[in-house]
């Protein structure tokens, strides 16, 4: 059973533009939720989504959003990108109570 | 609300030596606990998760911690650690009755091993 995927990788992005981030949940999984993860803050939960709605949400302003579409894949939007958004990004899936995590997305503003 | 607390930042081990990394939890519910394992430039793994039944929970790669209710503590061991064993090690909670997303994670603990 493949993994979960995040694209793309790695990515570099100017103050003030926006992104768009992508994963793709383990086949079966309906939940997916998005962490960011720096040195100074370590990991962060963002949001969660399940069965296209979201669930849950972290404590991140409204430059932050997602969504999820009805295969399970989801995407995660910065809009008016700050050099502190500067983080590795991480995708989870889960089935019940345990997560599994992408690769991550490695944003660097600047 | 639920806190963790990985009470050292950086543990310096030698190769084959034993290692235990400490965790700490605060929560007023009963919960999950997980150790995750993160190398360079990866994501999460699970290493190992307490859901209940014994307090003592093996996971992948030799390692193995114990649940201690009393003192709110899920600490991770190994008997005796490899060069690939180095990465940062993250433990987390979760509220036993809330979605899995609800996790906190302690501020990781980086491993490293000297030959």
């Known amino acids: 059973k493949a993994g979960v995927t995040q694209t793309p990788r790695y990515l570099i992005k100017t103050r003030g533009q926006q992104v768009t981030l992508s994963c793709s949940p383990i086949?079966?999984?309906?939940?997916v939720s998005w962490y960011q993860q720096t040195p100074g803050q370590g990991l962060q939960f963002l949001f969660e989504?399940?069965?296209?709605?979201?669930?849950n949400k972290g404590n991140f302003p409204g430059r932050f959003s997602g969504r999820q579409f009805s295969n399970s894949r989801s995407e995660m939007n910065v809009s008016t990108l700050e050099l502190g958004d500067s983080a590795l990004y991480l995708c989870?899936?889960?089935?019940?109570?345990?997560?599994?995590f992408g690769p991550g997305t490695r944003l660097t503003v600047t | 609300a639920q806190s963790v607390t990985q009470l050292d930042s950086q543990v310096p081990v030698f190769e084959e030596a034993p290692v235990e990394l400490r965790c700490n939890y605060s929560?007023?519910?009963?919960?999950?606990l997980f150790w995750y394992v993160q190398y360079p430039n990866q994501g999460l793994q699970l290493l190992l998760k307490?859901?209940?039944?014994?307090?003592l929970v093996k996971g992948i790669n030799g390692f193995e911690a114990e649940f201690n209710k009393s003192q709110t503590s899920f600490h991770l061991r190994k008997p005796s650690v490899h060069i690939s064993d180095t990465a940062e090690y993250f433990c987390?909670?979760?509220?036993?009755?809330?979605?899995?997303?609800?996790?906190?994670f302690g501020s990781g603990t980086r491993l490293s091993i000297r030959p």
């Open positions: 987390a909670v979760s509220d036993r009755y809330s979605s899995a997303s609800k996790i906190i």
């Open positions: 989870a899936s889960s089935l019940s109570d345990e997560q599994y």
């Open positions: 307490y859901l209940s039944g014994s307090t």
């Open positions: 929560s007023s519910v009963s919960v999950y």
């Open positions: 989504y399940f069965s296209e709605t979201q669930r």
């Open positions: 086949s079966g999984h309906r939940s």
